[in-house]
């Protein structure tokens, strides 16, 4: 599983980043939610697996002292060029290219639906985090529209399908078994943010690899199992993920 996400990232990564990049505002309040959940403070080592393109650094309020992505895909990694001010190293998530106790925060969104060891993944951020360093998770809980967006339409609309393993309400009780403690975990429901209904079809194309579907098959989807709503000029398409903190 480990490597077919690879490749299916490898196929869809330059998609993804167009997505990314065209709409850089859809999904503000996404990031903004776990960076008011991360808290970072200005001196301290932050690092974002996996990064995507690297994307986290563009909605910080308060700069790390460093800032490092990190991506397993090779499609992503070559975007970090792009921008001056990141580090960047690819490399696989359950054998991190980082020193032990190194990192003060490492944040995680959206991206650990495909690890086919989660635990082994937490030991290597229990290695690399500095004693009392946090670990930031946001991912799709089980059950909820963006599961069945995700594992439904998306896996019937893509090629390449889509079977994400939604493990948040299990997160907690894993991560204790590592050895870390929680902090907070919840569920926070928000907007992805567009200027029109076509703009949101473009980004759910791009983002989501949906070679299958119609612009308007695609629509139907996003009604059927996210909704969305008009309202002062911008397309609010509905949108949920758990966030969770844990302590080294
Ligand atoms: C949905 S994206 C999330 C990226 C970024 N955090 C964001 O929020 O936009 C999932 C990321 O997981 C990376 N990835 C690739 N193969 C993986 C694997 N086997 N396990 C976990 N992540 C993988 C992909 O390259 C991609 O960047």
Redesign the pocket.
């Known amino acids: 599983m ?1 490597d077919s ?2 490749e299916i ?1 490898a196929k869809r ?1 330059h998609a ?1 980043h167009e997505a ?1 990049v065209r709409f850089p505002a859809a999904r503000t309040q996404e990031f903004d939610e776990i960076l008011k959940l991360a808290d970072i403070r200005g001196g301290q080592v932050v690092c ?1 697996v ?3 393109g690297g ?1 986290l650094a563009n909605y910080f309020k308060t700069e790390p002292e460093f800032f490092i992505s990190i ?3 090779d499609q ?1 990694v070559a975007h970090y060029a792009e921008n001056d001010h990141l580090n960047g190293l690819c490399s696989k ?1 359950e054998a991190l290219a980082l020193g032990d106790g190194s990192v003060d925060m490492l944040i995680s ?4 639906h ?2 086919p060891d989660r635990m082994l993944f937490y030991r290597e951020v229990m290695r690399v985090l500095k004693v009392g360093g946090t670990l930031c998770i946001a991912d799709v809980a089980a059950g909820s529209p963006v599961d069945g967006f995700l594992n439904i339409f998306v896996h019937r609309h893509n090629s390449m399908g889509h079977e994400g393993d939604f493990f948040m309400t299990k997160a907690a009780d894993e991560l204790k078994q590592c050895g870390f403690g929680i902090t907070s975990v919840y569920p926070k429901r928000y907007h992805w943010v567009f200027e029109n209904i076509n703009d949101m079809v473009l980004y759910c194309r791009l983002m989501f690899g949906l070679d299958r579907a119609s612009d308007e098959e695609t629509l139907e989807g996003i009604r059927k199992y996210l909704g969305f709503e008009e309202r002062d000029g911008q397309v609010l398409m509905n949108w949920e993920l758990m966030f969770l903190k844990a302590r080294k």
Do not use: E, N, T, V
Request: glycine share 14%; aromatic share 26%; hydrophobic share 45%.
């Open positions: 480990f996400y690879s990232f990564g993804y990314m974002d996996p990064s995507g994307y991506d397993p895909a992503f998530l969104l959206a991206g650990m495909h690890l």
